[in-house]
Nanobody
Framework: QVQLEESGGGLVQAGGSLRLSCAAS????????MAWYRQAPGKQRELVAK???????DIADSVKGRFTISKGNAKNTVFLQMNNLQPEDTARYYC??????????WGSGTQVTVSS
């Protein structure tokens, strides 16, 4: 019933930028938090950035200063602005949604590949 649609992934050279978008649809009125995770082959999925419904933001140390997360103008949307991308950022990026009281949803992911 609840769906997350991600877009914006692609192939870029080191130093380039991408903006990932996530739009949630379904029976959603408000959200507790929306976040971006990433997973590279052979590695665990890790939190990249999170924003709460109140606007509190958490950014992973590995991308702090380069990535930012923000809410979109449309309801239940979020963006991940990725600047100065590096090869180590290569991964599949997943949108995550947490809805009151405790439901969690995942998108199917969008691939980000950064070449040196």
């Amino acid at each position: 019933q609840v769906q997350l649609e991600e877009s914006g992934g692609g192939l870029v050279q080191a130093g380039g930028s991408l903006r990932l978008s996530c739009a949630a649809s379904g029976n959603i009125f408000t959200f507790d938090a929306m976040a971006w995770y990433r997973q590279a082959p052979g590695k665990q999925r890790e939190l990249v950035a999170k924003i709460t419904g109140h606007g509190d933001i958490d950014i992973a140390d590995s991308v702090k200063g380069r990535f930012t997360i923000s809410k979109g103008n449309a309801k239940n949307t979020v963006f991940l602005q990725m600047n100065n991308l590096q090869p180590e950022d290569t991964a599949r990026y997943y949108c995550n949604l947490r809805v009151w009281p405790a439901a969690i949803y995942w998108g199917s992911g969008t691939q980000v590949t950064v070449s040196s």
